[in-house]
């Protein structure tokens, strides 16, 4: 559930920051829709696959278009996929045919229920202060042995890009985040954007085994 924006100002700058991105994403989503759902991201998922059991279980968190969502489903996998922008979540049922979750990272609490859990472009809008918790969180929501896919924009802290508000790391900077929460770095690749026109922007690649 989306909060209302006077009961977000009640909790803090970090609620402040997520409720401008989720308004960012309802205001656009035909845009971002179209300009996401044909971004190939095949030689990430199969990096990310190779921790998966076949036909495993697969949190897609924050699944935006809910491109990845239909891969994983089209490969066979149970996939469970959720979204803070509502509009997106429309957009996203639709097209898998299934439903998808209107929630917040903050809102969900899964215990040891997932093979892998992908946050493609999604964990960048966390607060940086708030990021630790959320990769416990997502720590406790994965199985032993459970990976964990993130891309974030490749930069230093807490940057303005146009309307949204992002949280950057390089390859070295990302490396603290994980294994506090109690991750075993297994890939970590700096690539560029999958999008067409954008193939300059660099992402950090990481995915993360539970230990």
């Known amino acids: ?110 215990n040891e229920e997932f093979d892998g859990i992908w946050a493609c472009a999604t964990l960048l809008h966390v607060p940086m202060d708030e990021l630790p918790a959320m990769m416990k969180k997502l720590h406790n929501a994965l199985k032993e042995n459970g990976a964990l896919y993130a891309s974030f924009k490749y930069g230093e802290g807490t940057t303005f890009r146009g309307e949204r508000k992002f949280s950057d790391f390089t390859e070295k900077s990302v490396i603290p985040l994980f294994e506090a929460a109690g991750f075993e770095i297994v890939s970590n690749i700096v690539g560029s954007d999958s999008r067409p026109g954008r193939e300059s922007e ?10």
Not at 28 to 54: H, T
Not at 75 to 90: H, P, R
């Open 1 to 110: 559930m989306i909060l209302p924006k006077d009961r977000a100002m009640r909790f803090g700058t970090g609620e402040i920051m997520i409720d401008k991105n989720i308004d960012y994403y309802n205001k656009n989503a035909d845009s971002f829709f179209e300009g996401s759902v044909k971004a190939d991201m095949s030689e990430v998922r199969q990096r990310f696959l190779k921790y998966i059991p076949d036909g495993g279980k697969i949190l897609d968190a924050g699944c935006g278009s809910g491109r990845d969502s239909k891969e994983f489903l089209d490969a066979g996998y149970d996939v469970v996929s959720f979204d803070a922008s509502e509009e997106m979540c429309k957009r996203a049922s639709k097209y898998i045919g299934k439903e998808v979750m209107n929630l917040r990272f903050e809102d969900i609490s899964f």
């Open 202 to 211: 660099k992402w950090v690649n990481v995915i993360g085994i539970a230990r």
